[in-house]
């Protein structure tokens, strides 16, 4: 014992062994640090494949996202074809409307893809306010779609009695200047009537008494107005018929494009009234 405390250079037993511990738990934690290091980069099979996963996603986003704003440019460049514009008249504004419906589908079709692409990619905030202006204007539109109804019959209904009108209208001319013709007591008079007639030759000078030259010209005015009267009653009864039909088809196809898009903006349109700004957003949220 007094050997041992006399010397300097000896160490307790106990201190030694806490010495040798308090060493290994050092190499321990620098073991393990470095392995830290060089394993926590390392990424896993699992988040290779949703990385994966996601770029396809996105490519499939942008395909739809383009598609659908290609068929609706499409849709609108169509409606050059009404150029020039004309407000005033019916039936320019029913070719319109018929150019409207005819490719109405088509700017359906591009709505829906624009909002497909949002969901295939649910992190792209530009895509989802574009895709948010867009179920937005989808109701406006589907309402649009619904008014076309009774416009184009107020229309149809202007433009077959404005057409009839115009027939009438020739038919009581023709009654007129065959008045005058069987009123007429000599040629200058006779000649005058005649000449208001459009496109209608000067009369020649007659060979016969003016009483015959008359019957003849009023039994040809009396053909030519039953002619008339006749087509003008077939003419109307016709346009009639092919409004009727005209009229329940792009009623029919207004009424499901309306509800076409209606679909698309119906639930953008409900959030934005019914639901409180801290609430929305639980669908984005759902496909997640």
């Excluded at 792209?124 to 019959?153: F, N, T, Y």
């Excluded at 020739?170 to 013709?181: F, N, P, T, Y």
């Excluded at 009424?255 to 639901?275: H, N, Q």
Aim: glycine letters at 6%; one cysteine or more.
């Amino acid at each position: 014992m007094a050997a041992r405390i006399n010397n300097p250079w000896l160490l307790d037993e106990g201190c030694a062994n806490f010495i040798r511990n308090w060493m290994v738990k050092m190499q321990n934690d620098a073991n393990h640090n470095d392995n830290a290091g060089l394993f926590d980069d390392v990424v896993s099979p699992e988040e290779i494949r949703r990385e994966s996963l996601n770029r396809e996603w996105s490519a499939i986003s942008r395909s739809a996202y383009w598609v659908g704003a290609v068929l609706l440019g499409s849709f609108l460049v169509g409606l050059i074809n009404a150029a020039p514009p004309r407000l005033l008249d019916p039936a320019w504004q029913l070719n319109l409307i018929g150019l409207l419906l005819g490719s109405g589908a088509m700017a359906l079709i591009g709505a829906l893809l624009i909002c497909l692409a949002r969901l295939f990619n649910l992190s792209d905030s530009q895509l989802q306010k574009r895709v948010q202006l867009v179920r937005k204007l989808a109701v406006w539109v589907a309402l649009g779609w619904l008014l076309l109804i009774p416009l184009q019959l107020f229309l149809g209904v202007r433009l077959i009695n404005s057409k009839g009108s115009e027939e009438i209208q020739q038919i009581q001319s023709l009654e007129r200047i065959a008045k005058a013709v069987r009123d007429s007591n000599s040629e200058f008079e006779l000649r005058q009537a005649l000449a208001q007639v459009p496109n209608q030759p000067p009369l020649p000078p007659l060979t016969v008494p003016l009483p015959v030259a008359k019957a003849n010209l009023l039994a040809q005015f009396q053909k030519t107005v039953n002619t008339a009267k006749n087509n003008q009653e077939q003419g109307s009864s016709n346009r009639l018929q092919v409004w009727i039909k005209e009229a329940f088809r792009n009623s029919l196809q207004s009424v499901l494009l309306s509800l076409g898009f209606m679909a698309i903006g119906k639930d953008r349109f409900i959030e934005d009234f019914t639901k409180k700004p801290g609430q929305r957003g639980g669908i984005r949220r759902r496909f997640r």
